[in-house]
């Protein structure tokens, strides 16, 4: 079983649903949830990062994490086709030396279409 | 501000050669990452460094391949001889300090798509 499980898709939506994408994670110590996107033939750019369980809203992105039940998401509200990308969970425990060096799913290919 | 900067793009090369990748990371950020990227799957961290001194190269194959970062700035990573399971894009990150802080974000480069064939 693989640390990090994400469904690789690819989910389509119409332009303006609410978008819902997940992971599950099997390492109790993780303790920092990130949420990046990737567009295609680019590099990862972190989108929004939590700590503790609960949400965290920026715009239209909210980040849920439930730890009890090891499951994170991300919900976009208002999908846009600029959107329209990989977006890949990542999350860490401190290392020693306190360095949190992210453990990444394989990413959710999202296309939002007009 | 200018991102992290990596060459080359792309890279075809066939099994048993040897490829070397650059990346310039953004200006004054102590820690350079290389990561893998194999299609399909997430980024997997192979080394870390701080300054001009490896972190973390835990998940590195010291066999084949190999880093270094002189004077702190500028990484090279080199694979020899390259495998066909090394097919993969190649990615360099920078952060300011070492991920130390909670608030702390990597940047990524645009990476080096490397077909083995």
């Known amino acids: 079983q693989k640390e990090v499980e994400q469904d690789p898709g690819p989910l389509s939506v119409p332009e303006g649903a609410i978008v819902s994408l997940n992971c599950t994670y099997s390492n109790s110590a993780f303790q920092y949830f990130m949420w990046y996107r990737q567009y295609s033939r680019k590099g990862p750019e972190l989108l929004m990062y939590t700590y503790s369980s609960g949400n965290k809203e920026d715009g239209r992105f909210t980040a849920q994490v439930d730890k009890s039940s090891k499951y994170i998401s991300l919900f976009i509200r208002d999908s846009q086709p600029s959107d329209s990308a990989t977006y890949l969970c990542a999350m860490s425990e401190t290392r020693t030396g306190g360095s949190y060096i992210p453990t990444f799913g394989r990413g959710t290919s999202l296309i939002v279409h007009p | 501000e200018a991102g992290v900067a990596q060459s080359p793009r792309y890279k075809i090369i066939e099994k048993r050669q040897s490829v070397a990748f650059w990346c310039n990371p953004i200006?004054?950020?102590?820690?350079l990452y290389w990561y893998q990227q194999i299609l399909g799957q997430g980024p997997k961290l192979l080394i870390q460094?701080?300054?001009?001194?490896?972190?973390?190269d835990s998940q590195l194959p010291k066999d084949r391949f190999s880093a270094e970062r002189l004077k702190g700035v500028d990484s090279t990573l080199k694979i020899q001889p390259a495998k066909l399971e090394d097919s993969a894009v190649y990615l360099c990150?920078?952060?300011?300090?070492?991920?130390?802080?909670?608030?702390?974000?990597?940047?990524f480069g645009p990476g080096t798509r490397l077909l083995v064939l």
């Open positions: 200006s004054g950020h102590a820690t």
């Open positions: 460094f701080q300054n001009n001194g490896v972190v973390d």
């Open positions: 990150a920078s952060s300011l300090e070492g991920l130390a802080a909670l608030q702390e974000t990597q940047y």
